[in-house]
Nanobody
Framework: QVQLVESGGGLVQAGGSLRLSCAAS????????MGWFRQAPGKERDFVVA????????HYADSAKGRFTISRDNAKNTVYLQMNNLKPEDTAVYYC???????????????????WGQGTQVTVSS
């Protein structure tokens, strides 16, 4: 069982930056692949980025490439999402998610993630 708690959301102007954190409980964090998803009002939950268990491999949605960076610190049971050059269309609730995997590869499919955080709101004003 893994519990995930996101933090770091807030209100920022367009062009600004935020860093989201996701703290995981449990002693097996390093055996989980981690992902970030987001959901804007009235829209489906979309994949943003994922990182494999070791941090050696990442996969970004096109909307995140060049602006967002995912990283993880297995010693601290935490995954981070650094978001730069934020745009109003980035406004959404951001969710951290996890699934058990020691593969090099990661999945973008939300249905394959077993554990989810409660979400943190990111609002980007124009």
């Amino acid at each position: 069982q893994v519990q995930l708690v996101e933090s770091g959301g807030g209100l920022v102007q367009a062009g600004g930056s935020l860093r989201l954190s996701c703290a995981a409980s449990g002693r097996t964090f390093s055996t989980y692949a981690m992902g970030w998803f987001r959901q804007a009002p009235g829209k489906e939950r979309d994949f943003v980025v994922a990182i494999n268990w070791s941090g050696a491999n990442t996969h970004y949605a096109d909307s995140a490439k060049g602006r967002f960076t995912i990283s993880r610190d297995n010693a601290k049971n935490t995954v981070y999402l650094q978001m730069n050059n934020l745009k109003p269309e980035d406004t959404a609730v951001y969710y951290c998610a996890a699934y058990p995997s020691t593969s090099l590869f990661v999945t973008t499919q939300a249905s394959l993630y077993n554990y989810w955080g409660q979400g943190t709101q990111v609002t980007v004003s124009s």
